[in-house]
């Protein structure tokens, strides 16, 4: 149960060795100033704006039958499980009910595929009471967690499966959809995609823009994340409410990622109220670890190809074996999104950063240090390092994502 931030302040004063009142956080011994994020981590309601567990449990054709229920719980695979969420202080992560581009192209526009993927995160909820339930509103997450449960409150990652009828807005609302982002990989009836080159619209289509206002009037958030420059743009000069990025970071430190946002784009971002959760992503928070990389591939592909081989011939195992050994693969690590928060706070403010990890979307492909849910801690400890007072880390586990939730809902008009 997360306590008062009076009695969160003796209890880190505590914790630090200090008596009451104000603490250089700082300037602390290490391990001290571990507890201390450790503590923070479970003192907090902590938000993560984007887990992938749903698809990771698709891919693995998850049921709900006694054998399969176990995944949820503890696993051996995958970034999120119940036993490392409650070990990392993780108690609202956004279930991502993602539709591929590819369910663009059916008759429904992937609208039964959605409905099947928010019924796996409702069969959860059903089948493990005690452990997760559903949160629909930010004071809901707060009552599950005073009763020790998980929240998964439901995005939806592209809005394709709206199709043409604003009236599926309403549905998937009532299904428990809380943010939608907008599109994903390719451009959609909606908008236009950062991952496409075609600019069907340039920006918002005209049927986009009804989707938006309809969303306000439904309190749906709008999710920037993964939509072309043109449509952020856009979008935020037509939405009556805040934004949010479910799961971007900043373009500056991977210049050649679209998926990232400017620093105009979270300067502006701030400037209407809305909130960037930091995605943990290699690819997106660090262009020169992406092209190293790339560059590794490269060569271990000329080197097969000069002996003739293929990756799937026996002969070739030995050598992509050596070369992985001598030239491994570079991450990220925590400090480097340390310095995408610190990027959007400077650029927009302590009140405009989060958390949207991508877990269980990114195949493992994470900063050292933030390889899971039970990682969170390391995190708020690089954050107090730097001088992040337990306020500000506050805001950024949940507060200021709780924020632009309840301006949703507040300017609703269902």
């Avoid at 559903?134 to 005073?146: H, M, Q, S, W």
Wanted: glycine share 8%; charged share 25%; proline share 5%.
């Amino acid at each position: 149960m997360r306590k008062h931030y009076a009695l969160v302040t003796i209890l880190l004063a505590v914790l630090a060795g200090c008596r009451p009142g104000p603490v250089d956080y700082a300037a602390l011994p290490d391990d001290q100033l571990r507890r201390v994020a450790d503590s923070l981590a479970q003192v907090f309601i902590l938000a993560d704006g984007h887990v992938d567990l749903p698809y990771r449990l698709n891919v693995r054709h998850f049921r709900l039958e006694r054998e399969f229920l176990g995944i949820p719980l503890q696993s051996n695979t995958g970034d999120f499980d119940y036993v490392r969420a409650r070990r990392g202080g993780l108690d609202a992560p956004f279930m991502s009910i993602y539709i591929p581009a590819s369910y663009q192209q059916l008759p429904d526009k992937g609208k039964a595929y959605a409905d099947s993927v928010i019924s796996m995160v409702t069969g959860i909820t059903d089948s493990l009471s005690d452990k997760f339930a559903f949160a629909g509103t930010p004071a809901e997450v707060e009552a599950n967690t005073r009763a020790g449960k998980i929240s998964l409150p439901m995005g939806m990652e592209n809005g394709a499966p709206i199709g043409n009828d604003l009236k599926n807005l309403e549905h998937f609302y009532k299904r428990g959809v809380r943010y939608i982002t907008l599109t994903h990989s390719r451009d959609n009836q909606i908008c236009d995609s950062s991952g496409d080159t075609t600019h069907t619209w340039n920006g918002l289509s005209p049927f986009g823009r009804d989707v938006v206002n309809e969303m306000n009037r439904l309190g749906i958030m709008v999710d920037i994340s993964h939509v072309d420059d043109s449509t952020f743009y856009q979008v935020l000069a037509m939405t009556k409410v805040p934004c949010i990025a479910s799961h971007s970071s900043c373009r500056v430190f991977a210049p050649t990622v679209k998926r990232d946002m400017t620093d105009d784009m979270i300067q502006k971002m701030g400037e209407h109220g809305g909130v960037i959760h930091i995605n943990f992503y290699n690819a997106f928070l660090d262009s020169a670890v992406v092209n190293r990389n790339q560059e590794n591939r490269a060569r271990l592909a000329a080197l097969l190809e000069a002996k003739h081989l293929k990756y799937t011939d026996s002969l070739a195992k030995p050598i992509v074996e050596q070369f992985r050994q001598d030239n491994p693969s570079l991450n990220t690590d925590v400090e480097m999104v340390a310095n995408h928060i610190d990027h959007v706070v400077k650029l927009a403010g302590i009140d405009h950063v989060g958390l949207g990890s991508d877990f269980d979307g990114v195949d493992g492909d994470l900063p050292t240090g933030l390889e899971d849910v039970s990682k969170y801690p390391n995190l708020l400890y690089v954050l107090l390092k730097r001088g992040y007072s337990p306020e500000d880390i506050e805001k950024i586990c949940s507060k200021n994502t709780f924020r632009v939730w309840n301006a949703a809902l507040a300017a609703a008009r269902r």
